[in-house]
C-alpha cells in the first residue's frame, strides 16, 4: 500500500519532470537559420513575449474539428518562420474552442496564443436579409454546379473575414495580422520578419497568389461596387488599380483577386472610414447571402483601388501551398531554403496570371488630373480616347 502510493507519487514527478524538460528542450534548441534583423532591432524583441518591433499577430478562423490540419500548418510555419520571431496566434471561431483544440495548437509553438469566440451578430442573418430568397438562391446556385453552394456556414465565414474579423477584441491592440489556414503549407525558410519589412516600407497589404474569380459566385458584385464608388468619388485613388481590376475600362471585372487564404496586411485598411462605408454598401446589397460573395473579390477590390500600387506587395519570396496552388520563388538562391517545385509556382498558369500583372502595373500613383476624372464617376474611365498610360 505504502509502497504503491509511493511509486505513483514518484510517477507523477518524474512526469512533469519530463514534460518541464521537454519545455525547456522546444524553447532552447535553435530552429533553422538565424533571423535576419532589420536595422536597429534586437533579437532580444523576438522572444516570446517581449514587446514586438510591430504589433502583429497570425490570424486563425478555424473549426474545431481541423485540430490536426491547424498543427500540420503551425508546424511548418514555426519550423519556417515562428520558432525564431514568436509572434502570437490569435484563434477565433463561430463557437467556443475546446480544450482539446486549445491544448494541442498550444503544444505546437512557445509563443502566445489566444482564443476568441466571434460574437453572433458578426455570424448570422442581418435583419434586412430575406432567408426565405436566400434558400432559393443557394438551391438554385446548386444547380448550377456552384461550389459550396449550398453552404450557409461558407457565407457566414466570407461575411466575417470581409467585414469582421478586424473588428474582434483580441486584435484591439494588433496592427499588423498574417492569415493563416488549416493545411497550408510554408515550404521555404522565411529570414525575415515580414511585419517589419511591411512597417518599414508603408507596405499595407501582401499576397502571394493572385486568381481570378469564378464569376458564378459574384455575379451582382462590381454593378455594386460601381454603385458604391458613384456616390464616393474619392474612393478609387489609384487608377491603375482599376485598371487590374477591369480590363474594359470598367464594365466588366475581370476576376482578379489576392487569394486571401494568405494575407498579410494591415489591420488600419480595414477599420478605415472608406472600407467600413464599401463594406456596409455591400453588405446591405445581400450579395454574401443572395449570392456567395468571397472575401478574396472584396478585399482585393478596395486594396486595388484604395492603395497605390507600392502598398500592396507580392511577396514572391514567401513559399506557400494551400490545395490547389502554390507560390515557390523562382531564383536559384531560394531553392537552397526551399523545398517546392519552381516550375509548378502559380504564377505560370493563365488562372493566376493576376499574380504578377499586379507589380507590372506602372506606378506608383494616379495623378490629381487622372483623380479629379475619377471624381465624377467610374463610366468616364471607359469613354474612348481616354489615355491613362495603361502598358
Ligand atoms: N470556426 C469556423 N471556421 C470556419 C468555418 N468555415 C470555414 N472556416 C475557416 O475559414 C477558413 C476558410 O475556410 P475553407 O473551408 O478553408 O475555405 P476555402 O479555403 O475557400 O476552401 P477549401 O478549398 O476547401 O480550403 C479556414 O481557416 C476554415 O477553417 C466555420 O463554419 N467555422
Ligand atoms: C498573451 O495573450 C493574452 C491575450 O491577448 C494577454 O493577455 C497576455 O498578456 C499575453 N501574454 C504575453 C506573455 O504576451
Ligand atoms: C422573401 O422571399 C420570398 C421568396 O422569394 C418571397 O416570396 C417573399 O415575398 C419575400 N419576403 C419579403 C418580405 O420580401
Ligand atoms: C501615393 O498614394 C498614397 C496613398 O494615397 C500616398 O500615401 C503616397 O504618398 C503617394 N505616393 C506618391 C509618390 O505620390
Ligand atoms: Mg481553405
Not at 49 to 76: C, D, I, T, W, Y
Not at 113 to 134: C, D, K, L, M, R
Not at 314 to 324: C, E, L, M, Q, S
Not at 370 to 389: C, F, N, Y
Amino acid at each position: 500500500m505504502h509502497f504503491n502510493c509511493g511509486f505513483a507519487l514518484l510517477n507523477v514527478l518524474v512526469g512533469v519532470l519530463l514534460a518541464l524538460l521537454a519545455r525547456q528542450r522546444a524553447g532552447s534548441v535553435p530552429e533553422g537559420p538565424a533571423p535576419v534583423l532589420l536595422d536597429g532591432v534586437d533579437v532580444a524583441a523576438y522572444q516570446p513575449g517581449a514587446a514586438r518591433p510591430v504589433r502583429a499577430a497570425f490570424v486563425v478562423l478555424v473549426r474545431n474539428s481541423e485540430l490536426h490540419g491547424m498543427k500540420r500548418a503551425m508546424r511548418q510555419v514555426e519550423d519556417r518562420f515562428n520558432s525564431r520571431f514568436n509572434y502570437p496566434y490569435v484563434f477565433l471561431n463561430d463557437v467556443p474552442f475546446t480544450d482539446e483544440f486549445k491544448a494541442g495548437t498550444a503544444a505546437m509553438t512557445k509563443a502566445n496564443v489566444s482564443f476568441g469566440t466571434i460574437p453572433h451578430e458578426h455570424w448570422s442573418y442581418p435583419a434586412w436579409i430575406n432567408q426565405t430568397y436566400a434558400r432559393e438562391c443557394r438551391e438554385d446556385m446548386h444547380r448550377r454546379g456552384v461550389f459550396y453552394a449550398l453552404s450557409e456556414s461558407y457565407r457566414h465565414m466570407c461575411r466575417f473575414n470581409s467585414g469582421f474579423f478586424f473588428r474582434h477584441p483580441l486584435l484591439a491592440d494588433v496592427d499588423y495580422y498574417w492569415r493563416i489556414e488549416p493545411d497550408v503549407e510554408y515550404p521555404c525558410d522565411i529570414t525575415y520578419d515580414p511585419f517589419l519589412f511591411m512597417h518599414r516600407r508603408g507596405i499595407k497589404y501582401g499576397y502571394t497568389i493572385a486568381l481570378h474569380e469564378y464569376p458564378e459566385t459574384i455575379p451582382t458584385l462590381w454593378a455594386t461596387v460601381k454603385e458604391f464608388v458613384a456616390q464616393r468619388p474619392g474612393f478609387v485613388r489609384h487608377v491603375n488599380g482599376y485598371r487590374w481590376l477591369s480590363g474594359d475600362g470598367g464594365a466588366t471585372y475581370n476576376g482578379c483577386h489576392f487569394w486571401s487564404n494568405f494575407e498579410i496586411g494591415a489591420l488600419a485598411v480595414f477599420r478605415s472610414e472608406e472600407y467600413l462605408a464599401y463594406f456596409e454598401h455591400l453588405d446591405r446589397a445581400g450579395g454574401f447571402f443572395y449570392e456567395r460573395w468571397g472575401d478574396a473579390p472584396v478585399h482585393s477590390i478596395a486594396a486595388a483601388l484604395l492603395l497605390a500600387k507600392d502598398e500592396v506587395h507580392w511577396f514572391h519570396d514567401i513559399g506557400y501551398y494551400h490545395n490547389p496552388w502554390l507560390n515557390c520563388p523562382q531564383d536559384a538562391a531560394a531553392q537552397a531554403r526551399c523545398h517546392c517545385d519552381p516550375s509548378k509556382s502559380a504564377e505560370h498558369h493563365y488562372w493566376a496570371s493576376c499574380t504578377r500583372e499586379w507589380p507590372a502595373l506602372p506606378g506608383p500613383n494616379t495623378t490629381a488630373s487622372e483623380q479629379a476624372a475619377i471624381g465624377h464617376g467610374v463610366e468616364r474611365m471607359a469613354s474612348p480616347g481616354r489615355t491613362l498610360g495603361f502598358r
